[in-house]
Each structure stands twice: as structure tokens, then as C-alpha cells.
């Protein structure tokens, strides 16, 4: 094999992204090779160019994700690939994910700031069940009375939803005005609709190469919903924000 052509060097490139079963940097590649024939990232690059090519009109495709590349099925096969499994899937309630939807466009935010938005009370499972995921993560504590935790979103957060990094989430123009209504006490465990609780767990056996679940798709569901987010948020940092020197710092807020 010549290491130094990114025809061959795709190939091989390929059986490590097949083989790892999780997504791969430039640099973790590189690892993989002896120092006297380690590829130069350029050539990586232009190898992990060709692979891109390679996959078009095929089952899957070359995504670029948080944690670097990754080989996985396109999203339209996504309804079948699911039933490999048989596993009941976990269900999420539509309070759950309008907290990590809130998480995700406000970080860092405080579990009070989101009962403020959504006007209702977090249930403590919820956070838990985020943190558990490692889809968000305590990035500091806001300077306040109690000095609440702040809350952020994760790699894995933007790899499991097919994100590179937060510019790529959706606008917020997308939802609709969220607008509390009354319901039963138990509507923080109403079910999420099938077809979204499908796309939400299909990493339920990451060896396996597939498509991950659209941010797009899930803001879709919950508009879907009858409920939805703010689509402007400037009138609730007055009184959401910190004041300077509050908040988690930058690198927190864009890396994750």
C-alpha cells in the first residue's frame, strides 16, 4: 500500500473509521501510523476528501462531527436501520427536550432561568437524565444567592445531533413562542411522538455505522408539539444574564 497516495490512504482510512465505531480526529489518524510513514494532516485531508467522494450514491455517507469524522447511514434509511434493534428505546418527554433545546441556545443557563422561560418547574430526573447522557455538563456557578449551576452543552451533544460545532443549530425562527398552558400534573412524562423517538435513540448500538438524529428534525417535532421557544430571547437577558465577569467563559460557550 502507498501511504503516500490518498487514493490508498482513503481505503485505509476507511477500515479505521469502520473499525472504530466512534468518530475520529486528524490527529487521533495520525496516531495509528509509524512516525516514518505518518501521512502529513494535508494528506490526510485530501485522503479523507476521496473517501467523501467514494460514498456518494451509497448507503452511507463521510460526516464531520464535534469529535472529528465518522462514517454512518443517511438519515432517509434511518426508519429502517432502526429496527436492527430491538431493544424498547428510552423514551423522552417533551419537558426533557425542551430543556436541552434551551441549554443548547441560552448556555450558560441556570436550571431557575429555565423554569423562567418555560414557566414551569425542571424535574431534578430531567437534569439527571442530561448529565447521565453526557449531553450537558455543570460549567460554573452563577455569583448569586445560591450560586446555582450553570449548564452547557457537550461534543456529545453536537456529534449524537450531526453537529460540527453550535453555529451549525438551527435558527431560532424555526419554533414558535413558547406559551405555558395548564395540563395534568404528570405532562412532563407525556411521550414523544414514535417518529422522533426513532431518530433520538438509533445510537443504541454505537459499533453499528448509521445516521444520527437532525437537531432540525427534533425542533421540528417539538414545534410539531403545539409548543415551542422564544424566538428572541433579548428580553430575558436583562434579567437572565449575569452581570460581566459572570458568565462561563468564552471557550465554554463555542467548544462544546
Same mark, same amino acid.
Given at each position: ?5 490518498? #487514493? ?6 476507511? +477500515? ?56 454512518? =447511514? ?29 441549554? +443548547? ?33 455543570? =460549567? ?23 453537529? #460540527? ?24 412524562? !407525556?411521550?414523544?411522538?414514535? +417518529? ?23 425542533? +421540528? ?8 421557544? #422564544? ?6 437577558? !436583562? ?8 458568565? !462561563? ?8
Amino acid at each position: 500500500m502507498n501511504l503516500s497516495d490518498p #487514493k490508498d490512504l482513503a481505503s485505509l482510512l476507511e +477500515a479505521f473509521l469502520l473499525a472504530s465505531g466512534k468518530p475520529m480526529s486528524i490527529e487521533r489518524m495520525a496516531e495509528l501510523f509509524d512516525e516514518i510513514e505518518r501521512p502529513t494532516p494535508s494528506l490526510l485531508r485530501k485522503a479523507l476528501e476521496v473517501l467523501d467522494k467514494s460514498c456518494k450514491g451509497r448507503a452511507f455517507e463521510l460526516k464531520e462531527v464535534a469529535s472529528g469524522y465518522r462514517l454512518q =447511514v443517511r438519515e432517509r434509511f434511518s426508519p429502517w436501520v432502526g429496527r436492527l434493534w430491538e431493544e424498547r428505546p428510552q423514551r423522552y418527554s417533551r419537558a426533557l427536550l425542551e430543556t436541552l433545546v434551551l441549554i +443548547a441556545y441560552r448556555q450558560p443557563i441556570t436550571r431557575g432561568e429555565i423554569e423562567d422561560i418555560r414557566g414551569v418547574a425542571v424535574n431534578s430526573q430531567i437534569v439527571k437524565t442530561l448529565l447521565e447522557r453526557e449531553w450537558v455538563r455543570v =460549567v460554573g456557578h452563577r455569583d448569586v444567592p445560591g450560586r446555582p449551576a450553570m449548564f452547557a452543552t457537550t461534543k456529545q451533544f453536537l456529534d449524537h445531533f450531526n453537529l #460540527k460545532n453550535l453555529d451549525e443549530l438551527p435558527p431560532l425562527a424555526v419554533l414558535r413562542e413558547m406559551e405555558p398552558e395548564p395540563q395534568p400534573l404528570d405532562v412532563e412524562e !407525556a411521550p414523544v411522538p414514535a +417518529a422522533l423517538q426513532a431518530r433520538a435513540d438509533l445510537e443504541a448500538a454505537p459499533e453499528a455505522p448509521r445516521e444520527q438524529t437532525s437537531f432540525r428534525s427534533l425542533l +421540528a417535532e417539538l414545534d410539531s408539539m403545539e409548543t415551542g421557544l #422564544k424566538t428572541d430571547f433579548d428580553d430575558l437577558r !436583562a434579567e437572565a444574564e449575569p452581570d460581566e465577569g459572570q458568565s !462561563a467563559p468564552e471557550e465554554d460557550r463555542r467548544d462544546y
